[in-house]
């Protein structure tokens, strides 16, 4: 039996369960909650544990991902886990291989999750080789080894409730959809991967900044490195947005490699976002927000956080043209066909979007003939300059109202900034 991850690390069922409890205690009624953990358990319960044992014979006719892990978590001593879901003390790297089905035997979106050990590689996701990276030297070789001909680099940072098996996995498989042929380099940080932690893992997020800052510095001053995109995606978009802040207050600006910054559903206070973004300086990547307001993730999201609205639920469209002038691109995904039913995964398991992502890491123009990904989606494409991934995409919007305009500037600039004639100045 195959399994595929509804989305990294089984979010949208942390948030169900968190949903039905917040009903429940409303109600005043406790069956329900025995009832919503069973189903939970049950569902999990009939996957393989240790899926990151390498095989003992490399597999024939499957296609195979190597990228560079670095990790805050603990390591582990069973090598089948790596690593735990408590911190650790410092980064960890090391390389890891992982051999995916042939599309014959799988659909673009889906992680084929092994359903017992050693998994089936042809028709499951399998480790193959896992190697440590014991130096920053051996790191500079991993890069120049696995380059690409414009020397791009992708750095994934997961969300909420995710184990080290689950970024891996999904992240070989946004990889693979995609086609790119970046660099592939996963952050992934101590999540316990359990549905009650969602706290915990808010503060192990807020524990592995520092770590994601060194990562792409050490990304970014690397020879072999032209051009970094950073993918994040949920509670992993505010650790990536407020790395990225750290960088620009340490190095005075964020540096001119990192280029692109895609912010998948990201479970960010808008408040925060705006404090973020203006702190980052003038010199920011391009940002690309993938947002949904259809996003029920998101929804429970803000109501733990007091009501607040998050940054991936929130209807950015009116303000679509002036936000571009900021370097901000906003792609509406409410419309999306998804496996997930809460809408809060259709970066990796929407074959539109991940087609549409690795269209932009190629450099590639979505425009043609026949209606582009874009037009389908209900959003306009715009040229990219530069050989990187600039997902530079907006909703189209004719005119923006003078109410709008206001809102925005209360956004994005009270108590830091102030936008003139489309820039933030202090």
């Not at 030297?137 to 098996?165: C, E, M, P, S």
């Not at 050989?387 to 907006?394: C, F, G, K, L």
Request: charged share 25%; glycine share 8%; with cysteine.
């Amino acid at each position: 039996m195959t399994r595929s991850l509804p989305h990294p690390g089984r979010v949208a069922q942390g948030y169900r369960l968190v949903a039905t409890i917040a009903t429940v205690r409303c109600a005043c009624k406790t069956a329900p909650i025995l009832l919503a953990l069973s189903l939970i358990t049950s569902g999990c319960a009939n996957r393989a544990q240790d899926v990151l044992q390498p095989l003992a014979v490399a597999p024939t006719g499957t296609s195979r991902v190597t990228m560079l892990v670095a990790t805050t978590r603990k390591p582990s001593d069973d090598p089948g886990k790596l690593y735990s879901g408590d911190r650790g003390t410092a980064i960890s790297l090391n390389s890891v291989d992982v051999s995916i089905p042939p599309d014959r035997n799988r659909k673009i979106g889906e992680v084929q999750w092994p359903s017992r050990m050693p998994p089936n590689p042809q028709k499951e996701f399998a480790v193959t080789e896992v190697a440590k990276v014991e130096s920053e030297g051996k790191a500079l070789d991993w890069y120049r080894r696995n380059r690409n001909k414009r020397h791009q680099v992708i750095i994934f940072v997961h969300g909420f409730n995710n184990t080290y098996a689950d970024a891996v996995f999904r992240f070989a498989q946004i990889v693979h959809d995609s086609g790119t042929d970046a660099a592939p380099i996963l952050f992934t940080w101590p999540s316990r991967g359990r549905v009650f932690d969602y706290l915990y893992d808010k503060e192990s997020a807020n524990y592995s900044r520092r770590a994601l800052e060194d990562l792409i510095l050490q990304a970014v001053k690397s020879p072999d490195v032209s051009d970094v995109t950073i993918l994040a995606h949920s509670m992993g978009g505010w650790l990536a947005a407020e790395a990225l802040r750290g960088v620009a207050m340490r190095e005075k600006s964020i540096p001119a490699k990192v280029k692109n910054v895609v912010l998948a559903s990201p479970d960010i206070d808008i408040d925060v976002f705006r404090r973020q973004f203006t702190e980052m300086g003038q010199k920011r990547p391009h940002f690309a927000i993938l947002t949904s307001t259809r996003d029920k993730a998101l929804e429970v999201s803000s109501w733990l956080s007091g009501g607040v609205n998050r940054v991936g639920g929130s209807d950015l469209r009116p303000y679509a043209p002036m936000l571009e002038e900021l370097g901000v691109s906003v792609i509406d995904t409410s419309a999306i066909a998804t496996n997930d039913p809460l809408g809060h995964n259709a970066f990796a398991d929407s074959p539109e979007i991940v087609r549409l992502l690795g269209r932009r890491l190629a450099g590639q123009s979505l425009e043609g003939g026949k209606a582009s990904v874009a037009d389908q989606i209900g959003m306009s494409a715009a040229n990219l300059a530069g050989s990187a991934a600039r997902v530079a995409v907006a909703a189209p919007v004719a005119v923006i109202s003078p109410e709008a305009r206001e809102i925005l500037k209360r956004e994005l600039s009270s108590d830091g900034g102030k936008i003139k004639d489309g820039q933030i100045s202090y």
